[in-house]
């Protein structure tokens, strides 16, 4: 009975690695961030991304000069100026570095949660195309090549050039010439 039994679970074992025999048995690698970089889309993104960046710094260095010209006023008439004025411009000096922080601070989640709002949307528009190819390759598994933990691909299975070129494509854009790496 013992014997049976043991023949049974082998042979159960065996059914599942039987039928994923005719399954594809070949992967493939996508170089994400030179998607990203390199695609219509992805370029359009970053430069909505940039500009916003850099409304946000150009925000934070009047802030900035503002502290340094009141820190300055402060540091130039602190002979000349009563004590009380002396006190009101401190904190007025104090207020304007707190308001700094939290500009910085919101900043910081504002540029974060726009980051994350267009990799999701881009995510959202280059999932079909990899799911595409990935079908018409006959690939078992796409792996995102520097976040996978892969510590080596061949070139050989790097598909990100046609995935870029079909994203491109998808999202109606001219055709650019891929990135050489």
Do not use: C, H, W
């Not at 014997?3 to 039928?19: C, D, E």
């Not at 009101?88 to 980051?115: N, Y």
């Amino acid at each position: 009975m013992k014997k049976f039994l043991v023949s049974m679970a082998v042979a159960a074992l065996a059914i599942p690695a039987l039928a994923q025999s005719s399954a594809p048995q070949r992967v493939a690698v996508i170089d994400v961030n030179k998607v990203l970089s390199s695609s219509t889309a992805g370029k359009t993104a970053a430069a909505k991304l940039k500009q916003l960046q850099d409304d946000k710094m150009a925000r934070a260095q009047k802030l900035d000069d503002e502290i340094k010209t009141l820190d300055n006023d402060i540091n130039t008439k602190k002979i000349s100026l009563s004590e009380e004025k002396l006190t009101e411009m401190a904190k007025q000096l104090s207020d304007k570095k707190i308001a700094m922080q939290r500009f910085a601070q919101d900043a910081d989640r504002e540029l974060g949660e726009a980051r994350d709002r267009v990799m999701a949307d881009l995510n959202q528009k280059i999932m079909p195309v990899v799911d595409q190819i990935g079908k018409e390759m006959g690939l078992a598994a796409i792996f995102n090549k520097f976040e996978s933990g892969l510590i080596y691909a061949s070139d050989a299975i790097d598909i990100t050039d046609v995935v870029i070129k079909r994203f491109n494509d998808a999202q109606g854009a001219p055709a650019a010439q891929p990135a050489k790496k």
